[in-house]
């Protein structure tokens, strides 16, 4: 029975009449002795705050009389709760089900009432009765959460442990049903915190283990389940960079890279690479690096080489091994500045992690290039014609990227126009093209970043997705807009930039291959710059791989520290007034070091335009001037030997669009 419990309330009743069995041939019987029993003489629920009661209780009775009367006691308290309906009725018995109704929408409380059943001549001179008492426990021991989800990597001996609420007024003890889930309190009366602690040594192989906290209230013996999950992640060896970039030309060298490893397991792991190239040296240095370095002498010679370099761990079987790509371009070739003109094109350049190309898009198409000789390699043919192919995203190995074109289309009946907006995922290895018809963001791709071994795309309101762009979280309660994010790849750490206030945010995220969320973000810093003003704004910024550096543009603020816990604002690195700063890039040295990089301008200068070059204890070491047209955009080659410059600006003309290539000198 459901309705407006108000207007069912409404109404109180003594006695309702369910059936009334006329005797036979209407006679009175003035001596007969009528009867009436049950089965019962009492009745209890319970039912749960807030939820519907699913409880019936059948009553059998048997009466001697004319007919039987189903009702409440004159004396009874409230019985709004309670209703009853009468099947299986004969001259002598009946079944009478008793319901609670409503029970969802009634405080914690104990209820009591009376029902009274009854049988009686036709003309009432003769009645009995059998009175059954009702009672109705509405119990309440609310828990702050509907599940209590841990996560680990499997290996850890310990696990964070985790704290509900219970607010309840009834006496309640608390148990779970896995050995491997224990509680600091089992029992109690009204409010209480309990920890409760999960043992993942108990899995022999990363997994997601189920388990349950039962809450059971001790005057009813009824019970609730929280459901509990631990989720074993797989272990994984991650580098810094999937993707390494070796260069021998007659005039650069860049034959060293030295890259970290890391695991997201709480033990170290001993780790062996390998490679089946003979052409490339591997040499590890200590437990969490490894220094890369190719022999001209043995490889082919004007080539570009690649190779694989497998890093695994030691009698470790669960372990995911680490691929490394590696390319060696080897050229007896005097690299030379190269103009590449006229080039409108429609997209920021992107320099492959690995091989010496970079890419760039006009109109629908593809375009690679060499970024040596500055020869035209190939042109691949992406979106429908009239479209503007955009928003390239190169990912972190290579191997393929993300692009967008928006197609216009006129329905030929009405005239009106419409968009559909195509995601391709574009393989650099084949050529092949596929589109993503699967995408669930909201908001336009920045960049493909690698958390714990696991690539991820992240959007301008930080949404984080599959590399299908399958939404996997996003925090739409405290989002912004950002318009750069950069990743400290050994602190395996992201920092955002909110461009509402100038203020960088840095996130940390735990990734589990088995829990309820592949990635959970967590904000663990806030930082704007002292220096700001309230309407200074920061125009871009780069974070080192270890994190200890921010650099930045602005008009106060070049370069913050960071120490893990408290940022420090070292302002300016250029001291000249005259200099405007225009674009900044960071470029790392064979050792792994972090390096800024700073587009400026000196109008006083007659060349204007320069890249300064900082090494990792802030000082200028090499200032590399432009060929005169102002830059758009700008790009250094993997191997740090290349500059690469957009001077495509929507203002200039196709005639006048270039990209310049400048060769880095040592």
């Known amino acids: 029975m459901k309705g407006n419990i108000n207007n069912i309330f409404s109404k109180a009743f003594i006695l309702l009449l369910v059936v009334m069995l006329q005797s036979c041939g209407g006679s009175s019987k003035d001596n007969t002795v009528y009867t009436i029993s049950a089965d019962i003489s009492s009745a209890s629920f319970s039912n749960e705050f807030l939820h519907e009661s699913t409880e019936s209780i059948a009553i059998n009775v048997t009466f001697d009389g004319d007919g039987l009367l189903v009702g409440f006691a004159s004396e009874a308290e409230d019985n709004r709760w309670l209703s009853h309906r009468a099947e299986n009725v004969t001259a002598t018995s009946a079944t009478i089900y008793i319901d609670v109704i409503n029970g969802e929408r009634l405080p914690a409380n104990l209820y009591k009432t009376k029902l009274r059943l009854s049988t009686t001549s036709n003309n009432g ?68 915190s309990i920890s409760v602690n999960a043992n993942p040594s108990h899995s022999s ?58 695991s997201n397991s709480e033990s170290v792991l001993q780790w062996q690479a390998s490679t089946t190239v003979d052409w490339l040296m591997l040499t590890p240095l200590g437990d969490s690096q490894l220094r890369v370095t190719a022999n001209p002498n043995l490889a082919p010679a004007n080539a570009t080489s690649t190779a694989m370099i497998t890093i695994v761990a ?97 329905n030929e009946e009405d005239n009106t126009t419409s968009e559909t907006v195509h995601r391709y995922r574009i393989n650099l290895i084949d050529n092949s093209i596929e589109e993503i018809e699967t995408s669930t963001i909201n908001y336009e791709p920045l960049d493909i970043i690698r958390l714990s071994g696991r690539y991820f795309v992240i959007t301008e309101t930080l949404e984080f997705a599959d590399e299908n762009l399958a939404l996997l979280y996003w925090d739409n309660v405290n989002a912004y ?68 550096n921010i650099y930045a543009i602005s ?39 972090s390096r800024p990089n700073f587009l400026r301008i000196d109008p006083t200068q007659p060349d204007g335009f320069y890249l300064a070059m900082y090494d990792e204890q802030q000082n200028l070491f090499q200032s590399i001037f432009t060929q005169g047209n102002q830059p758009e955009s700008i790009l250094l080659s993997a191997d740090n030997q290349r500059l690469m410059i957009n001077t495509n600006t929507p203002s200039t003309s196709e005639v006048d669009a270039r990209i310049e290539l400048l060769t880095l000198k040592p």
């Open 125 to 192: 001179s003769i009645f009995a009765s059998h009175d059954i008492d009702v009672s109705l426990l509405v119990w309440d021991i609310a828990v702050n959460t509907e599940q209590v989800n841990f996560s680990a990597t499997f290996g850890d001996t310990n696990v964070a442990t985790q704290t509900i609420e219970i607010t309840s007024e009834n006496e309640w003890t608390a148990a779970t049903d896995a050995s491997w889930l224990s509680l600091d309190t089992t029992s109690g009366t009204g409010n209480a």
């Open 205 to 262: 192989a990363p997994e997601l283990t189920y388990a349950n906290i039962i809450l059971t209230e001790v005057s009813s013996g009824d019970s609730k389940h929280i459901p509990v999950q631990l989720a074993l992640d797989n272990i994984y060896l991650y580098a810094d960079s999937p993707a390494i970039a070796l260069t021998k030309t007659t005039n650069i060298t860049a034959l060293e890279k030295t890259i970290t490893i890391s």
């Open 314 to 410: 030691k009698d470790e079987m669960s372990v995911t091994a680490e691929s490394i790509n590696v390319a060696f371009y080897l050229s007896d070739l005097i690299v030379e500045n190269k103009l590449i003109e006229p080039l409108a094109i429609s997209s920021d350049m992107l320099a492959s992690p690995s091989l010496p190309q970079f890419y760039l898009a006009k109109n629908n198409k593809l375009h690679t290039y060499h970024q040596y000789t500055a020869a035209l390699e190939s042109t691949l043919l992406v979106s429908p014609e009239g479209t503007e192919l955009e928003q390239l995203i190169i990912h972190p190995s290579g191997e393929y990227l993300l692009a967008k074109a928006v197609e216009t289309i006129t």
């Open 481 to 548: 807009f950002t318009n750069n994010i950069d990743m400290a790849t050994i602190a395996d750490s992201l920092f955002a930039l909110d461009i509402n206030n100038a203020t960088f945010k840095r996130y940390t995220a735990q990734i589990n291959d088995f829990g309820e969320n592949t990635i959970l973000p967590k904000l663990t810093h806030s930082y704007r710059p002292e220096s700001l003003s309230e309407t200074q704004l920061i125009n871009d910024f780069v974070v080192t791989n270890d994190e200890t």
């Open 555 to 593: 008009e106060t603020s070049e370069w913050i520290s960071f120490d893990g816990t408290t940022f420090i604002d070292n302002g300016l690195l250029e001291s000249n007034k005259n200099v405007v700063t225009l674009l900044l890039i960071s470029s790392q040295d064979e050792h792994n070091n």
